[in-house]
């Protein structure tokens, strides 16, 4: 019997699916409690540290018309001397415009040198890309991602996008009784 039919026959989770389940729901949560554009960032910063083991991220707005990104949030990197087309080439740029992550699985070679683990997540609303979550360098302690995170990416692919962009699908901004944006 495969996972989704035990679970959906109310098969009890392993202490790991229920550790994950947790994670998602923690996740799910802060993004959606999110105030504004700029706790919906910080919120992304707190789910990658904790649930990633990253305190390496940038968040890249895709701008289609001038086929660009601009950075509208970054923790632990320089954004003006990264290169987000050169770190995902031509082929990880293409899967994620399509909607799919584009992941650099960290692998130790012989010596036990831990080789980079990176992750590029599309933040999509209505099958458009409209960021690019990058994230960077994982602690030490964590040498690859793994299942549980793929899901994780794919939380922050599907519903990111609503609490940094607003319904709008651009910079969510929030407007107080006089009428003036904050």
């Excluded at 458009?128 to 994230?135: E, F, N, R, S």
């Excluded at 990111?160 to 607003?166: D, E, I, R, T, V």
Aim: charge should be negative; include cysteine; aromatic fraction near 6%.
């Amino acid at each position: 019997m495969n996972d989704n039919k035990s679970h959906a026959a109310g098969a009890k989770l392993s202490g790991a699916d229920t550790m994950n389940e947790a994670r998602l729901r923690a996740a799910r949560k802060r993004l959606e409690e999110s105030r504004d554009q700029e706790d919906a960032i910080e919120g992304l910063r707190e789910i990658a540290a904790t649930f990633l083991g990253s305190e390496e991220i940038g968040l890249f707005r895709v701008d289609r018309d001038a086929a660009s990104f601009e950075v509208i949030g970054s923790f632990g990197i320089d954004p003006a001397a990264y290169d987000l087309p050169q770190a995902i080439g031509k082929l990880g740029l293409e899967r994620l415009m399509r909607g799919e992550c584009h992941v650099e699985f960290g692998t130790r070679d012989r010596v036990g040198a831990a080789d980079k683990a990176q992750a590029f997540i599309p933040i999509r609303r209505a099958n458009q890309t409209m960021a690019i979550l990058a994230v960077l360098r994982l602690l030490p302690q964590k040498i690859a991602f793994d299942k549980a995170d793929m899901e994780l990416f794919k939380l922050l692919s599907d519903e990111a996008a609503m609490p940094l962009f607003g319904g709008s699908g651009h910079s969510k901004t929030e407007i107080d009784e006089s009428g003036i944006r904050a």
